[in-house]
């Protein structure tokens, strides 16, 4: 299935209220009932099965307090990396890495979300380390390699004496 918040041309991080309301949008523009030719109709029918689905699925991903996991069964992968996107995304690196770790199946995706999680954490090496695995499960994912480069550079320019202060002078606005 295609990724439901991207069928409803939202940001995995939409919460339940900008999810209805894309839903919405959407389905006046498509809705079967408003369309007279047949072979239209039969389009926005299917339309409209592939905005339903992607609706249930992103309110039950955006909303998973009201949807408890039943016991002995883990999040998949794509529902972890989707939460820890939202979490990111919301500038709480912390609460992304919480929901990363909600996941025992961990595949170049996984390691690369990680990666963007410790880069955000400044912890450059161990991001390093987690575009190198996510590098290693997929060699061709371009995307990886560009994350793990990043890492080599931000570890670089935090070694620099500016680099240094930079890092002092934010502990310090952050007192």
């Known amino acids: 299935m295609n990724n439901p918040f991207e069928v409803l041309g939202l940001q995995g991080w939409a919460d339940p209220d900008e999810i209805r309301a894309a839903y919405r949008a959407l389905v006046k523009q ?10 239209m109709k ?8 592939a905005l339903n689905l992607a609706y249930e699925e ?24 989707l939460m820890a996107e939202r979490s990111l995304a919301r500038d709480n690196p912390e609460a992304a890495l919480r929901q990363l770790m909600r996941s025992e199946k961990r595949d170049g995706d996984w390691y690369y979300m990680q990666g963007k999680v410790l880069m955000a954490l400044e912890q450059y090496d161990s991001a390093h ?3 190198r695995e996510a590098i290693r499960l997929s060699p061709e ?18 070694a620099t004496i500016h680099g240094r202060m930079k890092k002092v002078l934010k502990n310090i606005r952050k007192k």
Do not use: W
């Not at 498509?30 to 072979?39: G, K, L, N, S």
């Not at 039969?42 to 099965?49: G, I, K, P, S």
């Not at 955006?62 to 794509?78: D, F, I, K, L, W």
């Open 58 to 81: 992103a309110l039950r991903l955006a909303s998973p307090r009201n949807h408890p996991q039943q016991p002995g069964m883990e999040p998949s992968t794509a529902e972890v990396i």
């Open 141 to 158: 994912n371009n995307v990886y390699r560009s994350g793990a480069l990043a890492a080599v550079v931000a570890q670089r320019e935090q």
């Open 42 to 49: 039969e389009e926005a029918q299917t339309r409209m099965v």
């Open 30 to 39: 498509c809705h079967p009932d408003m369309i007279q030719d047949p072979r």
């Open 129 to 131: 380390q987690s575009f």
